[in-house]
């Protein structure tokens, strides 16, 4: 129960961060390939570097060198084409 209330505050705060800095929620920010669609090649990237990481790297999202929830729900945000 406890660990449900906290991915879906985790989603949340994705749609909101990407309102607040992009005008429009789930635009092709998680798309780490370029291929213009958020999907499993993008979702692999994400749980394949899970954990601390490098300033830069491809799948975080919201730049805090920690891939983890937050870049997780930016794939599940944006999932789809990109237009
Ligand atoms: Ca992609
Ligand atoms: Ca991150």
Known sequence: MTSSRLVGFGVNTAVLAFRSTTGSPCECIPDTNADRAVDGNDLATVLGIWGPTAIGAVADFDGNRLIDG?????IVCGWGLCY
């Open 70 to 74: 937050f870049d997780l729900a930016a």
